[in-house]
């Protein structure tokens, strides 16, 4: 990226970031990006800038992660621990602490326990008001960090859903008044598995069980005959039209 080209995005970075008004129609990052440019620029560009990366320790998550990582600068990895992991995740988390020592990961989850959830809103309330189980153990809690935060990383694909299908790598987020960056946006599932297998990154062992999506143990099952480098949304709030938890919403 030239330096003209940097101080233009700079300064569209500004005005988003300041003016709440996102980005000009004309000013997009396109799949000929390379991710690592992207990410060397965005550790340049928003240093000194306080950056939220967000993640469930999707294979996706997991990717992004060791690219960051590549780049020798300590992080802050940021999860939202629900209480409702697969041990599977627990798992992983472990084995990604041991992997990445120079980045630190913290959980920010909810302190609400699942017995006075019971006591306040009923028995289950995965089934009864799974938008607001996912509300009080993910959305919420995000919202906590994201008031102390300037840019949010994700590792969003716009082809992993319909609602996701028009993401951008840089996005104004309204609802967090963050920028959002996506440094995944243009890659396909069969390439985060090459990626994680060439540069055996540790992910969840679900996934090789079917597991395309992992959240919470009860809202989350294995899809039949599906092979870890394909992605679907049918295993996540299975039997119902639910397909988000309300972490991210895209713009249409």
């Known amino acids: 990226m030239s330096q003209v080209e940097n101080l233009s995005l700079a300064a569209e970075c500004d005005k988003a970031f300041y003016g709440g008004r996102g980005f000009s129609d ?24 306080r950056k939220v990366f967000a993640t469930s320790f999707g294979m996706e998550g997991c990717a992004l992660i060791d690219m960051y990582a590549r780049s020798g600068v300590p992080m802050e990895i940021v999860y939202l ?4 992991f697969f041990p599977e995740t627990y798992e992983l988390i472990e084995r990604m602490r041991e992997r990445y020592p120079h980045f630190s990961f913290v959980n ?8 006075e959830q019971a006591e306040i809103h009923g028995p289950e309330l995965w089934k009864t008001n ?7 153990r993910k959305v919420d809690p995000l919202g906590e960090v994201m008031k102390r935060a300037d840019v949010w990383i994700s590792a969003l694909r716009r082809s992993q859903s319909v609602t996701r299908e028009r993401l951008e790598m840089v996005e104004w987020d309204p609802r967090f008044e963050v920028l959002k960056l996506n440094p995944l ?13 060439e540069r055996d990154v540790p992910y969840n062992d679900l996934h090789e069980r079917g597991y ?14 599906l092979a870890p480098s394909e992605y679907t949304r049918l295993g996540r709030w299975s039997g119902s039209e639910k397909t ?9």
């Open 26 to 49: 004309d000013f997009r990052f396109g799949p000929d990006m390379s991710t690592d440019d992207f990410i060397s620029w965005s550790l340049d560009r928003f240093q000194g800038w």
């Open 81 to 84: 621990d629900t209480m409702f």
């Open 108 to 115: 920010k989850g909810t302190s609400l326990r699942v017995a």
């Open 130 to 136: 799974p938008d607001l189980c996912c509300k009080l």
């Open 185 to 197: 946006s243009f890659w396909e599932r069969d390439e985060v598995y090459s990626y994680i297998k």
């Open 212 to 225: 395309p999506s992992i959240g919470c143990t009860h809202c989350t099952r294995p899809v039949a005959n």
């Open 244 to 252: 988000e938890c309300g972490l991210h919403i895209v713009s249409a």
